[in-house]
């Protein structure tokens, strides 16, 4: 039995480094109940940062509007600041002013690959609660506008669309030894949110890994019995 386990965990190791390579970040809203257990979310007025409005988990946006990409619970959902994607405004001014930061955990040691929404305004990727914002590699033009579907002032036009989403990457290299990852989005605490979903699949090696850790599993059995 020794034999077989230790075979086991090798295989399960193999297949799982192989995974965590592709994959280093977890979709949104990924899983089920209100709140993503994966994701944080900050919100503060941009002209004074002290008047924080929320800080915590980020909550699942169920009932979504029109112009956004659908979800796909419970494999990817829209997340915000609320079940609703609004927080109470009150005497405070309106206008995009208000600053969302969307962070999580960096798995596995390979670039960041996914698809994206947002609402309102995008503002950059940051790594490690860095106060710099960047796109990394990634084009400008592509995200000057609001992250959804719909002609005046979206990213992409009105629906139906074969996705309202745009895709991303962020090289290793630029990712270096950071812990965790964020996402910087300017709104109006009016239905703003994040979506992101991970492009990436197992690629055939990762397979293969599996495949191979397997056959020698049932190969060690095989030969024990034999030896019985």
Known sequence: MKLISRAAVVAAALSF???ASQAQVLNTGLGVGPMDANWTVNVFQISNPLNVLYTGQAYRISSIPGVWENNSAPTYNWIGASASGSLPRGNLPGGFGY??????????TGPIVGS????????GFSFDGGATTGLFGNNAADFNEFGFCRNSDGEFDNKPQPTCTRDFTIASSNIGQ???????IDGDLATDGLLIRNATVPEPSTYALMAAGLAGIFGVS???????
């Open 116 to 123: 994206m929404g947002w609402d309102n305004k995008f503002v």
């Open 222 to 228: 095989r030969r024990r019995r034999n030896n019985a």
């Open 178 to 184: 950071a812990s965790t990852f964020s996402v910087v």
């Open 17 to 19: 480094s192989a995974v």
């Open 99 to 108: 600053r969302y930061i969307f962070t999580t955990n960096l798995l596995g």
